[in-house]
């Protein structure tokens, strides 16, 4: 539970980073911040998976490069079904998912599932 706790405070800095320096981002309030990482969480366990079976050919043709379409279009879902969160085309879209998949997946390599610092007290 301490994990999930952990990963869903990172999704919500992701975003509020995202939102700070990606032009034609917006998320007006703080508790925007969290619902939208819960529910980027959500989407992301759900349709995700769907959309990436569903687009294997194009991911394939792409060499993979279409997942930041699926990555982009997930943000832009999330932002649809939230009041104060807004997003202002596909560009801030992508680079608004590069941000959130960066930041997400650097924390959660150090994140274990128990929701300690696994990497870092491994090297200490």
Same mark, same amino acid.
């Given at each position: 539970m =301490?994990?999930?706790?952990? =990963?869903l405070l990172v999704t919500a800095f992701a975003l509020w980073l995202a939102s700070r320096f990606v032009p034609g981002l917006w998320i007006e309030r703080t508790s925007t911040f969290f619902l939208a990482a819960a529910l980027l969480g959500l989407v992301n &366990?759900?349709?995700?998976?769907?959309?990436?079976?569903?687009?294997?050919?194009?991911t394939l043709l792409t060499?993979?490069?279409? !997942?930041?379409?699926?990555?982009a279009a997930m943000l832009g879902l999330v932002a649809s079904l939230l009041e104060g969160f807004r997003i202002a085309g596909f560009a801030p &879209?992508?680079?608004?998912?590069?941000?959130?998949?960066?930041?997400? @997946? &650097? &924390?959660?390599?150090l994140i274990g599932p128990? @929701? =300690? !610092?696994? =990497?870092?007290e491994r090297r200490l």
């Open positions: =301490r994990g999930l706790v952990l =990963r &366990a759900v349709v995700r998976p769907v959309l990436v079976f569903l687009t294997f050919p194009f060499l993979g490069l279409f !997942l930041l379409v699926i990555n &879209a992508l680079v608004g998912s590069l941000v959130v998949s960066v930041v997400s @997946g &650097a &924390a959660n390599w128990d @929701g =300690r !610092l696994d =990497r870092v």
